[in-house]
């Protein structure tokens, strides 16, 4: 298995998912501060408001965090992982932490405060920035994982 090949396969994933959302948010914000389409005076409660932060706090750093313990414990006994469970780990990883950015369409869609668009705002951040699939980071994940790589120059 080759880290380059399989860092652009979830450089792939990563950017389409991102992408999406990041769109979504900017027409969000045209929708919320261009046109004008909020209702400033109805405000969600705040239990709303914390259970959307929380969901974001949630998909954004803990789930990836149990997803990736699950992983390992599920292949502890194995000498090497296949390829393709590395990569459809990897995907699901991608997918659940890139959720978080759809929180903050979410929060400004439902007019919650500033403070709360700039908490989920840090954590869609943190996601896209610490799961970003570098070479780098593929390389030493397959170490980890006991996966030989194709081309040791890479």
Known sequence: MDPIKTSKILKKTYFRQLLSSVILVGVAYLLKYHFKLSNSTQLPTKTVSMIVIALAGIFGIALPVFYRSYF????RDQKQIRPDAFIRFERVLLSTALLTPY???VSLLINMSEAANLL???FALYAAYYYYPSGKKVRFEMKIFRIKPD???A
């Open 103 to 105: 929180f903050l369409v």
């Open 72 to 75: 390992v414990y599920k292949v």
């Open 151 to 153: 081309n040791k120059e």
């Open 120 to 122: 989920i705002a840090l």
